[in-house]
């Protein structure tokens, strides 16, 4: 196993355009299933990006696109 003692960089967060994309959760009524992604502003078309089983996925979404706060779910 080759170990590194070198300080290891961050990687940056992902770009997305801020105007005209907003982060939301959309959660399932039915089954409960959670999917994080990206909401158009103007046409209210939804991207997938990433399926959240837990608490450190969500966590892991938010860290890669640099996202802080709470972000709105939709159903």
Do not use: N
Not at 56 to 75: C, Q, V, W
């Amino acid at each position: 196993m080759i170990f590194s003692w070198k300080k290891q960089k961050k990687a940056p967060a992902e770009a997305y355009d801020h105007s005209a994309l907003e982060p939301v959760i959309r959660s399932s009524i039915c089954t409960g299933e959670k999917v994080a992604g990206f909401r158009e502003k103007e046409g209210g078309r939804f991207r997938e990006v990433a399926l959240i089983r837990t608490p450190a996925d969500l966590e892991a979404f938010k860290r890669k696109y640099g996202i802080d706060g709470e972000i709105p779910t939709i159903y």
